[in-house]
């Protein structure tokens, strides 16, 4: 699931979103933020299939129980 915000980031960014989803098994989890509100959340890097770097931010949605990308940034090399 993408939330708005992620959705026109990916897009400002020129991101479609599979590639995000697909670099999450090889992503490295920077920060983990399990008490953050409304949601916990998790801030992990990868790599794109292109070789961009960047940084993703997911929350858990417990009462859907499934994470939602919140944000993409990209990282300066």
Known sequence: MF???ADQR???RR??????AAGLDAAKV???RPSAG?????EFEQILPDGTP???VWAWI???RMAKLVTVH???G
């Open 74 to 76: 990209l990282v300066d």
């Open 15 to 20: 991101i479609v979103g599979w590639q995000v």
């Open 10 to 12: 990916l897009r400002d």
């Open 3 to 5: 939330g708005a915000h």
């Open 30 to 32: 920077v920060r983990e």
């Open 62 to 64: 417990s009462t859907d």
């Open 38 to 42: 409304p949601n916990p959340v998790v």
């Open 54 to 56: 960047i940084k993703v």
